[in-house]
């Protein structure tokens, strides 16, 4: 045998095809203007423009929290911008990934702010995960990561 494990490809294979379902689920909920972060992001800039004092909600420690998200993701739905695919960080020690997959090829953009000590750290895991998820989606399984 070569070592390559199946069973455990097929269960990669069934994550990752339940995580994309959810994904493509939160983005038509999205752009049903479901996407709560961008209401709260309009309803604080428009009580700023307005005069208002900061309401009670931005001062909670979970809106705290959830500004300091370290990666910030958008897929670009137009082959057309593939040369001009990019998304940027929204946190100082944070990534942008801008991505955009069709049939047969993927394309990301990662940004950050500079200096950022894990950008080339980032740039090589996401290739390896990319790596895998393509082999696992082809049938090309691989080994299972070994416990440490």
Request: glycine letters at 12%.
């Amino acid at each position: 045998s070569s070592g390559i494990n199946a069973e455990y490809g097929d269960q990669v294979d069934g994550l990752i095809r339940e995580v994309s379902a959810k994904h493509v689920q939160l983005c038509r909920e999205a752009a049903g203007g479901l996407g709560f972060d961008r209401h709260f992001f309009g309803l604080r800039h428009l009580n700023g423009r307005e005069g208002g004092a900061d309401l009670p909600l931005f001062q909670d420690p979970n809106w705290t929290t959830m500004g300091t998200i370290r990666l910030s993701t958008s897929t670009v739905a137009a082959p057309c911008l593939r040369d001009f695919l990019a998304f940027g960080a929204v946190t100082p020690n944070g990534f942008g990934l801008g991505y955009l997959m069709e049939k047969e090829w993927f394309g990301a953009a990662v940004t950050c702010y500079l200096p950022n000590d894990h950008y080339t750290t980032y740039l090589k895991n996401l290739d390896s995960a990319c790596n895998d998820i393509h082999a696992v989606l082809s049938g090309k399984h691989f080994k299972p990561p070994r416990s440490v």
